[in-house]
């Protein structure tokens, strides 16, 4: 696609449900980002994929969230047991080797 | 450790006039380079401009100049000419070429009025 696409747009769950946010960056970009920005706060930053390298993980929060990216394309960011307190906006960013990222609109998660 | 400092939270300009937004980096890394991103009130994230640190001459895009001070570890955002759409969270970020890792900073929030 033209450019990072992030869905669902919106997403609104349950505590205690798991939920499965989707990015699916631009062609050809080998580095994916995953970042978190609550309401008025900076990006958080909480996982990177490059190219076939083990993913730098050191951001996740806790073991209930996890990432996956398959065939070097679409990642998949898994929450699992959501709280209220990862309400929040959840950013992908892809980028061409050390270029500058580019970002999709994000997901506003909401846990009620 | 922090490794980009915003230390403005919140920033007034009036209309037309400069504005600097300050941004200091920590690095052993002799190459890195330096982003700045706005992001309005919308949520996306818009790249306005980039430096390496090996480039000789300070990065400009536009109304935007970065100023890019090696030995103090700065990079500071300038903005010419303000205007009241540039009203926005502005972050600064930094990427070492030793690893793949994009850092930000806490942002600072600019508001231009009138």
């Known amino acids: 696609g033209a450019g990072v696409s992030q869905s669902p747009s919106n997403k609104v769950t349950e505590k205690g449900k798991d939920v499965e946010l989707r990015c699916d960056p631009i062609s050809g970009h080998t580095a994916l980002y995953w970042y978190r920005q609550s309401l008025g706060q900076g990006l958080e930053f909480l996982i990177y994929f490059q190219g076939n390298s083990a993913p730098d993980k050191s951001g996740l929060p806790s073991d209930r969230f996890s990432a996956e990216r398959t065939g070097g394309s679409v990642s998949t960011l898994t929450i699992q047991r959501t709280q209220q307190e990862d309400s929040a906006v959840y950013l992908c960013?892809?980028?061409?080797?050390?270029?500058?990222?580019?970002f999709g609109q994000g997901t506003r998660l909401t846990v009620v | 450790a922090q490794k980009i400092t915003q230390t403005q939270p919140g920033m007034f300009v009036q209309e037309k006039e400069a504005v600097t937004l300050d941004c200091t980096y920590d690095t052993s890394d002799p190459s890195y380079g330096l982003f700045w991103y706005k992001q309005p009130s919308s949520g996306e994230m818009i790249f306005l401009i980039y430096q390496g640190s090996y480039d000789q001459q300070n990065a400009t895009e536009g109304r935007y100049s970065l100023n890019f001070q090696k030995a103090r570890k700065s990079a500071n955002l300038v903005i010419s000419a303000s205007q009241l759409g540039d009203s926005a969270m502005y972050f600064c970020?930094?990427?070492?070429?030793?690893?793949?890792?994009?850092?930000f900073g806490k942002g600072t929030s600019l508001l231009v009025t009138p």
């Open positions: 970020a930094m990427r070492e070429n030793s690893g793949y890792a994009l850092n």
């Open positions: 960013a892809s980028s061409s080797d050390r270029g500058r990222a580019f």
